[in-house]
Each structure stands twice: as structure tokens, then as C-alpha cells.
């Protein structure tokens, strides 16, 4: 199984990693249910929903948990939508726990972006606005929530596509701002690896069609429990609806991504590097609770049972 998650891994980051982007395990507070959240807005955009990427960047990454939490909360129920940002209430979490994307940085500035899209799709849907903020994210989010108050999007594959393809546009956006933002100090070699594991987990979202299909092909003669189990893990760590995934992903992601890679200039150390994120990820997945382990044995026992 070791082999298995080291070899897989090995090919998400092939398919995720692009090379021009790489310049130069503590639990995650869950988000606040519904009825435990106590509206307190920091600027009176919140409940326009027109906030600028210049406003968003300008608070600290507590105010935006609280703006995600008001807007589930608050304004994306009506859109079938009040529980699919946990994802992002992760990341922001665990920017708070390591004091990162502090306001007038480089990672701030992505991160806003991803924020303003939310919301300003969010406005949109609920014709509020017709303001996109030039962010490509946000008609994509448009597309996202429509299809969601009709009902669609039900299925993980077509919703995860949709879901990571948004935020996707979004993030690109703000890294090409964040790029020619003046007087905005550069990313350490750090922090861009760290962003490029996140693509790597809406790249992973995007294909989880292909990426099973083909752990099925590969091993469902031989040992089909491991597709079972990888089938349950990329259900739980790819669900938006839990901060919890995402801000252990987070965490192990920003371990590991004090490795540097050569962007191809040494393969060998390179392929050494990977397998040693890939083998210090799995040491650290395995002293995690495993929540998708009942999921798994009920997979097994009924593929048993109609064996």
C-alpha cells in the first residue's frame, strides 16, 4: 500500500506541477454550525457582497474566516450552497495557526482573489450584482451555483470539476496580480511549492474519474481493497464540505514543501525529493484518524457479498 500512495502521488505531481511556477499536524478547528455563528461584519461590503480584491486583501485572514462563514451562513443557502466552502475555511484556519498571508504579501494577494470570486459569484446568482472584479473565477462560480440551485451537480465527479475548476481561475487570477502587485515582497521558494500542492489538489479533483478508473484497472484483480481504500481517501480529503481535509492537507503540505525540486534541471534529486514527500506524507496520513476506514470495510463487505 506504501508503494501504491508513493507511486500515485508520484503521478498526480507529474500531471499537476508546472514547472514555471516553481520560481527560484495539528487538527483543524471544524467550522461553526449554522445556529453557533454570531454575525459580526467588518465592513459594510459583506452585506452588498461587493467587496474589492483591494478590501478582502485588507483584512486579516481572521475577518475573511468570518466573511466565508457569513456568506455560507447567511447568503449562499438560497443557492444550495451553505456548506461547500469548508475547503477554503480550512486553508484560511490554517493560515491563522502559521501567522501566513498577512496582509500585503504575495500569498494574501492569491488569496484574496480566491475569496472575491466566491463572493462576487455568490452576488451574481443572487442579483445583487453584475460586477465580476475581472476575476475569470467568478462567472465560473456563477456557472457552480447556478447549476446547484437547479439541483444539479449531485454526482462528486461533475461537482468536484465544476468546484475546482472555479476556484482554480480564481487562484491563477491572483497569482498574476500578486505577481505584478508593486512594492509586494517576492514568494519564498517555500510558499510557491506550497501553493503549487493546492493545484495539485484541484488537479487531483478534476481527473478523480480517471485517477480511479485507472487504480481500478490496476488492481482490481489483484488486490481490489486498495481501490477501495483510495476510492474512500480521495472521497475525504477532495470534500469540500470539511475544513477538517483540508487543513491537514495543508499542514502536511506545508512540511513537506520546505523541499525544494531543480525544476528538471536534476531529475535524480528530484525523484529522491518526491518520494520523500510521498513517504513523510504517508507516515503522516497513517498517524491521522482515519475517518473514511468505516466507509471502506462497508465497500468491501458489500463488493463481498455481491461477489
Avoid at 485588507?58 to 443557502?77: H, N, P, V
Avoid at 456563477?142 to 470539476?161: C, E, I, M, N, P
Avoid at 491572483?174 to 509586494?184: F, K, M, S, V
Wanted: hydrophobic share 45%; charged share 20%.
Amino acid at each position: 500500500m506504501k508503494t501504491f500512495t508513493v507511486i500515485s502521488f508520484f503521478a498526480v505531481l507529474t500531471w499537476g506541477v508546472n514547472p514555471s511556477v516553481l520560481r527560484q499536524f495539528e487538527t483543524v478547528t471544524p467550522a461553526l454550525a449554522i445556529n453557533e455563528y454570531d454575525f459580526r461584519p467588518v465592513d459594510v461590503c459583506w452585506e452588498s457582497l461587493n467587496c474589492s480584491i483591494d478590501q478582502i486583501e485588507a483584512m486579516s485572514i481572521t475577518d475573511r474566516l468570518e466573511f466565508m462563514k457569513y456568506m455560507g451562513t447567511r447568503r449562499l443557502g438560497p443557492l444550495k450552497c451553505n456548506e461547500q466552502f469548508g475547503a477554503l475555511e480550512g486553508v484560511l484556519t490554517f493560515f491563522i495557526r502559521k501567522d501566513l498571508a498577512t496582509r500585503g504579501t504575495w500569498l494574501s494577494i492569491v488569496n484574496a482573489a480566491a475569496v472575491e470570486a466566491v463572493q462576487r459569484g455568490a452576488a451574481i446568482s443572487l442579483g445583487l450584482s453584475k460586477e465580476t472584479g475581472d476575476n475569470p473565477g467568478t462567472m465560473k462560480w456563477v456557472d457552480y451555483f447556478t447549476q446547484r440551485k437547479a439541483g444539479r451537480l449531485t454526482s462528486r465527479a461533475g461537482h468536484d470539476l465544476a468546484w475546482a475548476a472555479a476556484e482554480q481561475a480564481a487562484i491563477d487570477h491572483g497569482i498574476r496580480r500578486a505577481d505584478t502587485a508593486p512594492g509586494i515582497p517576492k514568494p519564498s521558494g517555500r510558499i510557491l511549492r506550497w501553493q503549487q500542492f493546492t493545484r495539485i489538489y484541484r488537479t487531483t479533483m478534476q481527473y478523480r474519474r480517471t485517477i480511479l478508473w485507472l487504480i481500478r484497472t490496476a488492481f482490481s484483480f489483484s488486490t481490489p481493497s486498495i481501490a477501495v481504500t483510495a476510492e474512500a481517501f480521495m472521497d475525504w480529503v477532495t470534500d469540500v464540505t470539511d475544513a477538517t481535509s483540508s487543513g491537514f492537507l495543508a499542514d502536511i503540505a506545508w512540511n513537506l514543501s520546505i523541499i525544494g525540486l531543480s525544476s528538471g534541471e536534476d531529475p535524480a534529486a528530484d525523484s529522491e525529493a518526491i518520494m520523500k514527500i510521498a513517504t513523510e506524507f504517508w507516515e503522516a496520513f497513517q498517524q491521522k484518524d482515519q475517518p473514511w476506514a468505516d466507509a471502506n470495510e462497508c465497500r468491501a463487505t458489500a463488493r463481498h457479498d455481491v461477489e
